[in-house]
């Protein structure tokens, strides 16, 4: 039997990052929305091979952007599916199928898009549903159990425009009308989101940072007006000066891309992805091409949002 689901990848709309807890995270306040780009995340389980052990046999990932996905148990799919496994056993020996997990990764890894969220998102609710005839998991369960494999996993869990706060695992879904269209401009090197969570320490520690922008009621009301142009006015990423002051070369792309014809542009959570919203499909192409022609390395697609959360496939 093989189990299929679709996962969404996410664009921050709003981030708004505040100074860093006990914990080791920031407090956030964020607006998050689903982005038309997706992975297909599969799960073939063995049902002729009952384990009490762990469950993964394997994961394989291919795609167009599978380069640099982890094959092993450090892939966050890997892990949600053994968190899964471990909620259903609930410390009895029970034994489960092993499963081997597929990516299908259309959605740029470590590019600030929550890619490796969205397939851990997508890996809980296949297991949940594999593991169902031994235990049925409640959603209040799967989503606290996403929160603790991380802060996006339970965004893209659900899918479609919320306002996230404590990590970003606490949501609430928004309203918002009509769709809107971005160039969206990922980047062959990678940036680790630690760094650019420290770097935005470091900033503010210097006196170089923003305040805090906590307040998400200007996003809030442009996407109730359905106006691109209104949105874009109101995008802001409190992340955005650590991503440029570690990778200069994104403040080009920034540029290029404006000067091109988006409406706005934003690096898009941590980065290094660039998100740049503009008017129609016309203009975003435009700003694909330019964007590419001059600076090297990055890559463009022309996508839509809101999209939803995980989607299961027949
Ligand atoms: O929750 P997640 O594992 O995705 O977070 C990765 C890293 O990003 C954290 O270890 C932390 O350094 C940083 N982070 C943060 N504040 C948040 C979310 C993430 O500092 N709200």
């Not at 410390?91 to 997990?101: E, F, I, N, Y």
């Not at 494999?149 to 606490?170: W, Y």
């Not at 998100?275 to 697609?301: H, P, S």
Request: hydrophobic share 45%; glycine share 10%; proline share 4%.
């Amino acid at each position: 039997m093989i189990l299929r689901a679709r996962a969404h990848a996410k664009v921050n709309l709003h981030l708004g990052v505040e100074a860093v807890r006990d914990d080791g995270f920031h407090e956030l306040a964020t607006v998050f929305q689903s982005l038309d780009i997706s992975d297909e995340v599969s799960l073939e389980v063995h049902a002729d091979e009952p384990t009490t052990g762990p469950v993964v046999a394997a994961l394989h990932a291919s795609g167009t952007y599978a380069a640099g996905v982890p094959e092993d148990e450090s892939n966050l799919a890997w892990r949600a599916v053994e968190v899964v496994a471990r909620a259903v056993r609930a410390d009895r020996q029970v034994a489960l199928p092993r499963v081997t997990l597929h990516l299908q990764k259309g959605i740029p890894a470590a590019g600030g898009m929550a890619g490796g969220s969205a397939n851990a998102a997508a890996a809980l609710r296949l297991a949940a549903q594999a593991f169902a005839d031994f235990c049925e998991l409640s959603e209040d369960k799967l989503y606290e159990l996403a929160a603790e494999l991380g802060s996006d996993v339970p965004f893209t869990l659900m899918g479609g425009t919320a306002l996230g706060t404590g990590r970003g695992e606490q949501l609430a879904p928004m309203m918002t009308r009509g769709t809107y269209t971005w160039a969206i401009i990922t980047n062959a090197e990678g940036l680790s989101t630690p760094a650019v969570f420290h770097k935005i320490d470091e900033l503010r520690a210097a006196g170089k940072g923003s305040t805090p922008a906590m307040d998400t009621s200007a996003v809030a009301q442009a996407l109730m007006s359905g106006q691109p142009q209104q949105l874009a006015a109101a995008l802001r990423n409190d992340l955005q000066a650590a991503a440029v002051s570690l990778r200069p070369d994104l403040r080009k792309i920034l540029d290029t891309g404006k000067a091109a014809g988006a409406l706005a542009g934003i690096v898009s959570g941590s980065g290094p992805t660039c998100a740049f919203l503009c008017e129609d499909e016309e203009t975003a192409g435009e700003v694909v091409a330019q964007v590419m022609f001059d600076n090297k390395g990055t890559r463009g697609i022309v996508t839509h949002s809101p999209a939803p959360g995980i989607e299961m496939l027949g």
